[in-house]
Nanobody
Framework: QVRLAESGGGLVQAGASLRLSCVAS????????MGWFRQAPGKEREFVAL????????YYADSVKGRFTISRDNAKNTEYLQMNSLTPEDTAVYYC?????????????????WGQGTQVTVSS
């Protein structure tokens, strides 16, 4: 069982930056594929970014490419999402997700473990 805990959300103005963190339990964090997803009110959960740990490859949704950066610190069992140039359209609950092994997928159903989410609100 893997437990994930996000933090770092908050209320910011447009153009600001935030860094989300996701601390994972488990002894094989370096082998996890980690993803960030978000869900705005009334909308489906959508892919934001993913990090395939063993390959060091990262992927982003077009809507965040060039503004968001996903990274990890294996020594701290922590995944990060650096978010720059935030806009009101980025307002959502952000979730981190994990699955064992190297696996490319932007679909939430591909991930086995989820955090509780952290709210990000961007005002105009």
């Amino acid at each position: 069982q893997v437990r994930l805990a996000e933090s770092g959300g908050g209320l910011v103005q447009a153009g600001a930056s935030l860094r989300l963190s996701c601390v994972a339990s488990g002894r094989t964090f370096s082998a996890y594929t980690m993803g960030w997803f978000r869900q705005a009110p009334g909308k489906e959960r959508e892919f934001v970014a993913l990090d395939i740990g063993t390959t060091w490859r990262t992927y982003y949704a077009d809507s965040v490419k060039g503004r968001f950066t996903i990274s990890r610190d294996n020594a701290k069992n922590t995944e990060y999402l650096q978010m720059n140039s935030l806009t009101p359209e980025d307002t959502a609950v952000y979730y981190c997700a994990a699955r064992d092994g190297s696996y490319y997928s932007t679909f939430p159903r591909a991930y086995d473990y989820w955090g509780q989410g952290t709210q990000v609100t961007v005002s105009s």
